[in-house]
Each structure stands twice: as structure tokens, then as C-alpha cells.
């Protein structure tokens, strides 16, 4: 087995290990999280809105903070030039009661849709949950530090 294999069949142990010890309200929020990142990689624009709060703000790298309106519109723009992948790794989930948040690795791939060089981009990422009235945990903030992996 090489190396990378490895690392990655340790590190999916480790997961399902830690999956398997949550709370169900930590078992909650994975599931969002898992949500989320499917309908990122799957360009799914109206299941990523019903997993965040109407007063959601995301804070990027070298952008002023933006809600759910600026979300739509960036989200749109750039499904209409590229495809996007990501991962993401949790690394830590906390629940005090009604507010939750998510310390994650990311990786994400944006390829062109004409074609070209893939551009792959890595960071961390925090995410503050809140639980609604109805027993939902939804997104409310946002933040990461993803930039270009050098080659």
C-alpha cells in the first residue's frame, strides 16, 4: 500500500471513530456539513440555501462579508464558468446549547468549464451553526482561509 492510501484509509478510521462517539446533536451537524459539501459538488444552489439561517454571513479571504443575496450571487456566477469539488475534513465539533460550530480542513478543485488547468485551493474553515425552533441546525457564519496550493 503506498503511502497516500494509507494516510487516507487512517484518517477515514479515525473519522468513522469519532463519527461513531458524537452526541446526536454533534451527529446532526456532521450530517449538514455532509449535506452542504454534497450540494457544493453537485452545484445545487436551492439545497444549499435551505441549510442556511436568513441572516447567514461568510467571510472570505480578501472580500468584505457578504449574506445570503451576495451567496446566490457568487455561488451562480461561478457555476456558470466552473466546476467546483471539494472535500472536507472535520476536525472538531462543539454544541453549547443552541449554538454549534465546525473546525474543518478543506481541499477544493475549480476547473474551467472550457477547459484548461485545474486550480486546486486548501485551507481551514470555521462554521457557527445555530438550532432553530423546529430542531434544524442551519449555517449562520462562515469563514475560511482557502488559497492556491502551490505547485
Not at 461568510?58 to 472535500?87: K, W
Not at 485551507?123 to 492556491?148: E, N, V
Amino acid at each position: 500500500m503506498q503511502p497516500t492510501a494509507t494516510r487516507a484509509g487512517a484518517r477515514a478510521a479515525v473519522a468513522d471513530l469519532y463519527r461513531s462517539a458524537m452526541k446526536p446533536n454533534e451527529q446532526e451537524i456532521y450530517a449538514v456539513h455532509s449535506t452542504w459539501i454534497d450540494a457544493v459538488n453537485a452545484g445545487d444552489l436551492d439545497r444549499l440555501l435551505t441549510l442556511m439561517t436568513d441572516d447567514v454571513v461568510f467571510i472570505n479571504p480578501d472580500q468584505e462579508p457578504f449574506g445570503r443575496d451576495g451567496f446566490s450571487s457568487v455561488f451562480s456566477a461561478a457555476q456558470q464558468q466552473v466546476r467546483v469539488y471539494c472535500t472536507s475534513e472535520l476536525e472538531e465539533v462543539v454544541v453549547v446549547g443552541e449554538v454549534a460550530y465546525t473546525r474543518s480542513r478543506d481541499a477544493v478543485s475549480v476547473t474551467s468549464r472550457s477547459g484548461g488547468e485545474t486550480t486546486q485551493l486548501a485551507g481551514h474553515r470555521m462554521t457557527i451553526y445555530r438550532k432553530q425552533p423546529g430542531g434544524r441546525w442551519l449555517l449562520a457564519r462562515d469563514a475560511h482561509t482557502l488559497s492556491p496550493v502551490e505547485k
